[in-house]
């Protein structure tokens, strides 16, 4: 059993039923806490990532002004970038 104060997030829907209502509630905690964990794990990834292919894209900028003129590195530099 958990503790008491553990926060719980609950699915509710009413449905007609006849001249009464059905509510069906469900317990939707752990689906919750696994899409944040998913969440944060794609923003740590995608910060993880931007990094160095920032500091790869500023050597791409450099070659491309000192040897974007020569035909044996222009079409690899620009197809790098």
Avoid: W
């Avoid at 104060?5 to 939707?28: E, H, Q, T």
């Avoid at 993880?48 to 590195?73: H, K, Q």
Wanted: glycine letters at 4%; a neutral charge; aromatic letters at 10%.
């Amino acid at each position: 059993m958990d503790s008491p104060d553990k926060i719980r997030c609950l699915s509710v829907r009413l449905i007609p039923f006849g001249k009464r209502y059905l509510l069906i509630a469900r317990d939707i905690t752990e689906f919750q806490q696994l899409r944040d964990v998913r969440k944060d794990f794609v923003a740590n990834v995608s910060h993880e990532l931007r990094t160095p292919l920032t500091v790869i894209s500023g050597y791409l900028e450099t070659f491309a002004e000192y040897l974007g003129d020569n035909e044996i590195y222009s079409g690899s530099i620009k197809l790098m970038q």
